[in-house]
Nanobody
């Protein structure tokens, strides 16, 4: 059974940084999504741990960095210069089929971790 375990969410202030972690049992192609209140799930970033390939959404490029540890099957999302509009539940997902930005293509999801950015 595939398990995705996220950690690192919390309450921060505008401009602060936060790092999310996700450990995925046996999965090496992982993505981060987020869902803000009243909005649809939004792609944030993806990584293929075996090759180091990464891709970030334009909305977070330059502020967020995805990285990973292949040996530990763990992916990180370093979030800098956080804004109130980054407030959302952040989800880790694994094994995308098709376009990595499409949440419907992912078979496995974590439980989510709340990130709240106060102004």
């Amino acid at each position: 059974q595939v398990q995705l375990v996220e950690s690192g969410g919390g309450l921060v202030q505008t401009g602060d940084s936060l790092t999310l972690s996700c450990t995925a049992s046996g999965r090496t192609f992982l993505g981060w999504f987020r869902r803000a209140p009243g909005k649809e799930r939004e792609f944030v970033a993806a990584i293929r741990l075996s090759t180091g390939w990464t891709y970030c959404a334009d909305s977070v490029k330059g502020r967020f960095t995805i990285s990973g540890d292949n040996a530990k099957n763990t992916v990180y999302l370093q979030m800098n210069s956080l804004k109130p509009e980054d407030t959302a539940v952040y989800y880790c997902a694994a094994d995308p089929k098709g376009v990595v930005t499409n949440p419907r293509g992912y078979n496995y999801w974590g439980q989510g971790t709340q990130v709240t950015v106060s102004s």
